[in-house]
């Protein structure tokens, strides 16, 4: 498999959570994302009309996470969050799912959850479910997957980045499990020092179409100098 550099990039999200970050430290990180042409660039909700300014003209996604990174606010409150983020200007949504309602088994919780993410974003943004799976048995991944298939979710995503990292067996799990030609697998709570072949390697052995990381520039960086160098994968 040879990627261009422009496919490589479009293979990653890239995302700034960091407490203390300041209106500078997000444009200069949206700019980047920009630079870089990445597939979208995500914060908090807070900072969302700041993305969408640095963005404007370019084809790189305003991304906004709900419920990060816990996902345990009501249902509601993740709805008015969602509805506010797309009245910002975003246009890929990144909600975090309600693990322990899920180990309940409460699913009509989850499937009313995955049905509002998916009504909210039809036609204006991508929806993508967060399932931090450090959490889950290989029978709830397996579950969970086939639920937001069903609902037509854009993305399935294997965490938040701030509790555990997926396992090469939860990443195929979600593989194997998705139902809906339209549903993508999204691998996210990799070290932000993430590698470029390891990123080469998930998509090409797991088909994976997006890689979330802050470190999606460099990556990008280092993949246009392989690339310059006659190197090909």
């Known amino acids: 498999m040879t990627l261009s550099v422009a496919e490589y990039a479009?293979?990653?999200?890239?995302?700034?959570?960091?407490?203390?970050?300041?209106?500078?430290?997000?444009?200069?990180h949206a700019q980047g994302a920009r630079d870089a042409n990445v597939a979208a660039c995500y914060t908090n909700s807070y900072w969302t009309p700041?993305?969408?300014?640095?963005?404007?003209?370019?084809?790189v996604h305003v991304g906004t996470a709900i419920s990060f990174p816990y996902g345990a606010t009501s249902t509601a409150m993740k709805f008015a969050e969602i509805d506010e983020g797309l009245e910002l200007g975003a246009t890929a949504v990144d909600m975090v799912l309600n693990i322990g309602a899920l180990r309940d088994k409460n699913y009509a919780l989850v499937e009313k959850e995955l049905a509002g993410l998916?009504?909210?974003?039809?036609?204006?943004?991508?929806?993508?479910?967060?399932?931090?799976?450090?959490?889950?048995?290989?029978?709830?991944?397996?579950?969970?997957?086939?639920?937001?298939?069903?609902?037509?979710?854009?993305?399935?995503?294997?965490a938040t980045g701030s509790e555990g990292?997926?396992?090469?067996?939860?990443?195929?799990?979600?593989?194997?499990?998705?139902t809906n030609p339209k549903t993508k697998l999204k691998v996210s709570g990799v070290p932000r020092t993430f590698a470029m072949p390891a990123s080469l390697w998930l998509i090409e052995k797991y088909g994976v179409s997006l890689i979330g990381t802050r470190s999606a520039a460099?990556?990008?960086k280092q993949y246009a100098e392989y690339v310059d160098n006659g190197m090909t994968v």
């Open 10 to 28: 479009k293979h990653f999200d890239m995302a700034l959570h960091l407490q203390s970050s300041t209106e500078k430290d997000i444009r200069e």
């Open 50 to 59: 700041v993305v969408a300014e640095v963005l404007a003209g370019s084809d």
């Open 118 to 158: 998916v009504e909210r974003c039809q036609g204006g943004a991508i929806s993508k479910l967060i399932y931090e799976v450090c959490f889950l048995s290989d029978e709830e991944i397996a579950t969970l997957t086939k639920m937001c298939s069903d609902a037509g979710i854009d993305y399935v995503k294997t």
């Open 165 to 178: 990292f997926p396992t090469e067996a939860q990443v195929k799990i979600m593989r194997d499990n998705i």
């Open 218 to 220: 460099k990556l990008v």
